[in-house]
Structure formats: C-alpha cells, structure tokens
C-alpha cells in the first residue's frame, strides 16, 4: 500500500500545478475533435486531462493536454497509445486502482486519490476524476479523466501527524520528569526532617504539572487553551465543583506564559483556603479569562479573580511569602502584574499578562 509518510518525503516533488501557468498552441488533435471549444479549453486549463477510448484494445490514452504532459514529465509521443497504468509504481494503492477499474466496467464516475509516478521515477499525490462520455446515440465512446496534483497537502498532513507524535511524546516525558522531582522532593525532604517544605515545595510542582498537562499533546499548535489549564490548575482546590464559577471563551495564549499564571493561580486558591471564600462553606470564586488592551496599550491576556462570601475584609491584608514571590517574579519575567483589591466582600484579584499574538 502507498506510504504518505515520511518514507515518501525524500522522493515526492509537488508539480506547483495551481500556480504554474499552462500554454501550448500546438496541443495534439484527436479523433473525433471538434477543432473549437474542447481543444482550446483543454490546451489552456492548467488541470491536467486525458481522454482514452475503451472501443480500442487496452483503453489507450487518445488526448492528453499540456498540463498532463508537465505534470507526469512525459510528451505527447510517450503518452498516446498507453493505457494510464503506466503511471503506477510499486507504492500505488492497489485498492485505489481496483475502484478505478470497477468504475471503469460500471461507467460510473470516480473520484480516487493516488499515488503516480512521474517519467523521472519522483512521485506526486494525484486527484484523479474519472468519468465516462458518450456519444449522441448514448454509446460510451471516451473515459475524460483530469488529475490535480495534491502532493502539498499530502505532505502538510504527513507533517501535522509528525508534529503531533512528537508534541505527545514530549507530552509524556515532561509528566514523567515532574513526577521524578516530586519523588526526589519528598525523599529530601523526609530525609532532611523537612517534610512541611518538601510538602509545599511539591504542591506548587504539581500545580505546575497540572497547568501544563492538559495542553501539551496539542503543543504543536504554538499555542494553549487557557480555560484548560486555569481549570486543571484548581481542580483540586474545588473536589465538589462548587466552588469556582469559570467564565470564558475558549481563547489560547503563549506556553511561556503557563508557569506564572499556574503558580499564581495556585498561590491565590491556597491562601483562598486559609483566609478567604474558600475557608467557609457556600463561599465562591469566579475566575474570567479574556484578551484586552491593558493599561499600556498591550495586547494582554487578562485573568479576573473574585471571591465572594468568604470572612468580611475589613483591612487589607499584605499577600506576602514564599510562594507569593515566586509568582510575582514569574509574571515579571513575562512582563506581567498581579493588581488585587481588598473589598469587604473579598479579593478582587486581576492577572495580566502582556501577550505577541491575541
């Protein structure tokens, strides 16, 4: 069975028969011609064509225009006469070919995609439409056949799956190393009698892992679906999925932008269970997500945070340590800020992240 993989990159060449312009005065007549409309058409259409006739022995090409001749690199002379199996090879998809030939013993139209091979032995994916045409008294007299040379897309394909196998196995080591280092976090830690470090240590591994995960088989696409991480990042914050109320489009952003907002958003919800919404029953935080202009004039990815029936707020606390630092040095490695208001109904927290393309 043809391959469309990369085994074929080396030898498949597009013809760049979309953009190539096509012009042959002297395009051969055949029997039958009317000598007007068809040949003109035919010699100036930058779709390959053929005509064969059934009525002779092995259904030999009759007409072949100048846009078949440069795509398979062969000249009028090499063509007329044969029958189009002469463009198979030994990676052609039999099964192809078996719906060409029972197409033809029907005389049904078909439509195959397949694997042809040019004089100079490179190949090239090609769209054959084959039909068949009859005279006025409703006798077959020619099978029209055009060809359109779709190898680009081919390889666009052969290369979006490779991408995609890699984003996955990248994906599935990257899982593995965050696991690594929690193991080694929590033997040093046990080792050192400083398990509540190694604890808090490795919940902000995790909530980085956590952030990460869900986008990393689709990596290939150069960006990341928000919503998915912010959710996964609070997942384990919320166990009844009552708590948080998520608001957003499923807009995407940069990957180096991931770590800062999936460690903020952890320190946030961490200090939400200790002292705000979190810490009482029926309190709720309602995390947004959109793309604005921030105050600079910056294309920014702007994160809303805001907490609601948790202890009334009467002065503003100061959101100090460890992991607070670490968050606010990770946005400021990408530019970004963490804007809070102390309300006395709860935080009123905004994340914005300066971002090149949204």
């Given amino acids: 069975?043809?391959?469309?993989?990369?085994?074929?990159?080396?030898?498949?060449?597009?013809?760049?028969?979309?953009?190539?312009?096509?012009?042959?005065?002297?395009?051969?007549?055949?029997?039958?011609?009317?000598?007007?409309l068809f040949e003109q058409a035919?010699?100036?259409?930058?779709?390959?064509v053929c005509l064969t006739d059934p009525n002779l022995q092995d259904d030999p090409i009759v007409f072949c225009n100048e846009a078949f001749q440069q795509l398979t690199g062969y000249r009028?002379?090499?063509?007329?006469?044969?029958?189009?199996?002469?463009l198979q090879g030994p990676d052609t998809d039999q099964a192809q070919?078996?719906?060409?030939?029972?197409?033809?013993?029907s005389e049904e139209v078909v439509v195959v995609e397949i694997l042809n091979y040019r004089k100079d032995g490179s190949t090239f994916w090609n769209t054959l439409h084959l039909g068949?045409?009859?005279?006025?008294?409703?006798?077959?007299?020619?099978?029209?056949?055009?060809q359109w040379d779709v190898t680009d897309i081919h390889q666009?394909?052969?290369?979006?799956?490779?991408?995609?196998a890699m984003a996955r196995e990248v994906s599935h080591r990257l899982k593995n190393v965050f696991a690594v280092i929690g193991g080694i976090v929590n033997i040093t830690g046990r080792s050192m009698n400083a398990r509540d470090v190694a604890r808090k240590i490795n919940e902000r591994v995790q909530a980085l892992g956590r952030s990460y995960e869900p986008t990393l088989d689709e990596a290939v696409l150069g960006t990341i679906h928000v919503g998915q991480a912010i959710r996964a990042v609070l997942?384990?914050?919320?166990?009844?999925?009552d708590r948080f109320v998520f608001t957003g489009n499923g807009i995407r952003t940069e990957p180096n932008a991931i770590s800062a907002i999936g460690l903020t958003l952890h320190e946030m919800a961490t200090?939400?269970?200790k002292y705000g919404a979190l810490s009482q029953a029926g309190g709720t935080i309602e995390v947004s997500w959109a793309h604005e202009k921030d105050k600079f004039a910056r294309n920014s990815l702007v994160i809303q945070w805001i907490e609601r029936g948790g202890p009334r707020i009467t002065e503003a606390p100061e959101m100090t340590g460890t992991g607070f630092d670490i968050a606010r040095t990770l946005l400021g490695h990408s530019r970004g800020v963490l804007e809070t208001e102390w309300e006395p109904e709860g935080l009123n927290a905004r994340i914005l992240i300066p971002i090149t393309h949204g």
């Avoid at 391959?3 to 395009?27: C, E, F, T, V, W």
């Avoid at 666009?156 to 995609?164: G, L, P, Q, T």
């Fill in 1 to 36: 069975m043809a391959s469309d993989g990369n085994d074929d990159s080396k030898r498949l060449r597009s013809s760049n028969q979309a953009h190539r312009p096509i012009y042959s005065p002297d395009s051969p007549a055949f029997d039958g011609a009317s000598g007007l």
């Fill in 156 to 164: 666009s394909r052969a290369d979006e799956r490779h991408a995609k």
């Fill in 235 to 241: 997942a384990p914050y919320d166990p009844e999925n």
């Fill in 271 to 273: 200090n939400a269970t």
């Fill in 76 to 86: 009028t002379e090499e063509i007329i006469g044969r029958n189009c199996r002469f």
């Fill in 132 to 146: 068949p045409i009859y005279d006025e008294n409703g006798a077959l007299k020619y099978f029209f056949g055009s």
């Fill in 97 to 105: 070919v078996g719906r060409i030939r029972d197409a033809i013993r």
């Fill in 42 to 48: 035919m010699a100036q259409t930058r779709m390959a």
